[in-house]
């Protein structure tokens, strides 16, 4: 879905869906992740259960914004005793994680199956 902005092109909308896998809640997130997407991301996120796996192979950009809302509920699900995995992030459009050095520390696997096998 693609939402017209000031007759200037297009703006790629945020789609979030989620699913449940042995319990864990997986998030799969498509399309732009920032300032003009942060609110949406943050209600889902908030609806969301303990245990969360975000699929963000379906991104196509990541800003500090959007980082700071998955390092805040990393932060959460480790002050609860949760589990919590990002899968499918790709540096391309996701530059924000490395820049900070997140992606040396937040819980990231390829696939949705290496993270089942690393949190479940």
């Known amino acids: 879905m693609t939402m017209p902005e000031n007759g200037e092109g297009s703006v790629a909308a945020l789609s979030l869906s989620s ?3 042995d319990e ?3 998030v799969k997130v498509d399309g732009v992740l ?8 943050a209600d889902y996120l908030s609806l969301a259960g303990s245990d969360l796996i ?3 192979a379906g991104v196509t950009f990541m800003d500090s914004r959007a ?3 998955i390092v805040h509920q990393w932060q959460n699900s480790l002050a609860s005793g949760a ?3 990002l ?4 540096y391309s459009k996701s530059k924000v994680m490395w820049i900070t050095g997140l992606a040396q520390r937040l819980p990231l696997y390829d696939t949705l199956d290496d993270a ?5």
């Not at 920032?34 to 991301?41: I, K, M, P, S």
């Not at 899968?87 to 790709?90: K, L």
């Not at 089942?116 to 479940?120: D, E, K, R, S």
Request: zero cysteines; proline letters at 0%.
């Open 34 to 41: 920032d300032a003009t997407t942060r609110e949406q991301f």
């Open 54 to 56: 975000l699929d963000l």
């Open 83 to 85: 589990k919590f995995a």
């Open 87 to 90: 899968v499918g992030v790709e």
């Open 24 to 26: 864990i809640t997986v």
């Open 67 to 69: 980082l700071g809302l």
């Open 19 to 21: 699913s449940t896998v």
């Open 116 to 120: 089942l096998a690393a949190i479940g």
